[in-house]
Every structure is written in structure tokens, then in C-alpha cells.
T-cell receptor, first 115, second 117 residues
Framework: GAVVSQHPSRVICKSGTSVKIECRSLDFQATTMFWYRQFPKKSLMLMATSNEGSKATYEQGVEKDKFLINHASLTLSTLTVTSAHPEDSSFYIC???????????FGQGTRLTVV | AQSVTQLGSHVSVSEGALVLLRCNYSSSVPPYLFWYVQYPNQGLQLLLKYTTGATLVKGINGFEAEFKKSETSFHLTKPSAHMSDAAEYFCAVTRNAGGTSYGKLTFGQGTILTVHP
């Protein structure tokens, strides 16, 4: 149980285009989802927290207009990187947590390359 | 605010040797602590976690960690390293239940474990 699926696993896009990444909880209801970014050879940095049905809470320094997060259902959250630039290239990982649980389960990550 | 420090960005051991990955944390509230493993271009897999209760926690693949409040540490150990243990390991801390940041993880910098034949 507690499977989180992230799609796509890899994506290459042209500079200036937008890319959507999906994060799905397959066998539990995820009341909260978290989006992280991992720079090469660096740790994971929390970008934002989203609760189902409400606006995401962004960490300091994260541009909310650039990284659009939607959590429209208890099993799906999406991260859209708008007007992507090469500096947005990174590994993005989501995690999902059920009600009252301490542990959040991670997706397999998405490698975004902007050319 | 929480923070996590992993001592040593790279650890190298021989196959069959003891693995010790160090993690120290700071937290203003009783912490929940986690160790994750990450293989290249993959997400994170939970090895073990400490929430409450027994301070010695056993996880998957023979790993264990001990929560030492007095030392604010949560070091990860494995008695005998295997080649398949080569990966990057992250220690993380989250606040206890009830806070608005409940479930948000603060990660350490990661430790790359290399296992030599």
C-alpha cells in the first residue's frame, strides 16, 4: 500500500514552454501533497505544500506564478512549470500524506530538462 | 525551525564492514525523524522512521537507527555492508503532529555511500 505515482519520469521541453507534472496517490487519499526540488548533487528543497481544495503554500523564494500547483482531488496534485527556462532544469519529487499520518510517501521523481 | 546536519557527504566502506551514517538535528518540538535512500534518478525510499516509543528503530535491508535526544542524533547503521547498499542517504526531520508544518520534511545534505568489494 501507500503508492505514489509521478508522471512523467523524464521530460525535455523547449525554453518558454510550460510543463505539467502529475503526482497521484494510488491507494490512499492524500490530504496533503508536497513538492520538492533537487538540484544536482544537492539535497531536496521543499517548494510548496498543497492541501486538497485549497491554495498551495509556497516556501520563501519560490515563485508561485512560475510553479503552479493544483490539488483538485484527494488523489492528484499537479505542478506546472510555466515559461520554463534552462535554470528550471532539475529533479522534481512529490510526496503525499494521508490524514493524521506522520509519514509522506514519495513519487519516483521527474527529471526536467529545458533546452 | 528545524535543521538537519549529516556529517560526511561521502562515506566509503568495504563490503561486509559496518556502515555508520551520521545525522544530527535541531528542532523546537519533539521530532519525527526519517532516513531515506535514493538511487540515481529515482525517488526516495523510506528506510526507517522514529516517531515515538522505542528509540532503537529497525528498518528495511538490515538498517537501524537510534534516536538519542541528549545528543540530538539519529545515526544510521548496518552491521555488514552489501554492494547493493551503494546509494545516497538522506536524514530528515518533521514536526510532531498538530503544527501547520506537520509533514513537511527538512532534509540533510545527503551522504553518498560507496561500497568496495
Amino acid at each position: 500500500g501507500a503508492v505514489v505515482s509521478q508522471h512523467p519520469s523524464r521530460v525535455i521541453c523547449k525554453s518558454g514552454t510550460s510543463v505539467k507534472i502529475e503526482c497521484r496517490s494510488l491507494d490512499f487519499q492524500a490530504t496533503t501533497m508536497f513538492w520538492y526540488r533537487q538540484f544536482p548533487k544537492k539535497s531536496l528543497m521543499l517548494m510548496a505544500t498543497s492541501n486538497e481544495g485549497s491554495k498551495a503554500t509556497y516556501e520563501q523564494g519560490v515563485e508561485k506564478d512560475k510553479f503552479l500547483i493544483n490539488h483538485a482531488s484527494l488523489t492528484l496534485s499537479t505542478l506546472t512549470v510555466t515559461s520554463a527556462h534552462p535554470e528550471d532544469s532539475s529533479f522534481y519529487i512529490c510526496s503525499a500524506r494521508g490524514t493524521g499520518k506522520a509519514e509522506a510517501f514519495f513519487g519516483q521523481g521527474t527529471r526536467l530538462t529545458v533546452v | 525551525a528545524q535543521s538537519v546536519t549529516q556529517l560526511g557527504s561521502h562515506v566509503s566502506v568495504s563490503e561486509g564492514a559496518l556502515v555508520l551514517l551520521r545525522c544530527n538535528y535541531s528542532s523546537s518540538v519533539p521530532p519525527y525523524l526519517f532516513w531515506y535512500v535514493q538511487y540515481p534518478n529515482q525517488g526516495l525510499q523510506l528506510l526507517l522512521k522514529y516517531t515515538t516509543g522505542a528509540t532503537l528503530v529497525k528498518g528495511i535491508n538490515g538498517f537501524e537507527a537510534e534516536f538519542k535526544k541528549s545528543e540530538t542524533s539519529f545515526h544510521l547503521t548496518k552491521p555488514s555492508a552489501h554492494m547493493s547498499d551503494a546509494a545516497e542517504y538522506f536524514c530528515a526531520v518533521t514536526r510532531n503532529a498538530g503544527g501547520t508544518s506537520y509533514g513537511k520534511l527538512t532534509f540533510g545534505q545527503g551522504t553518498i555511500l560507496t561500497v568496495h568489494p
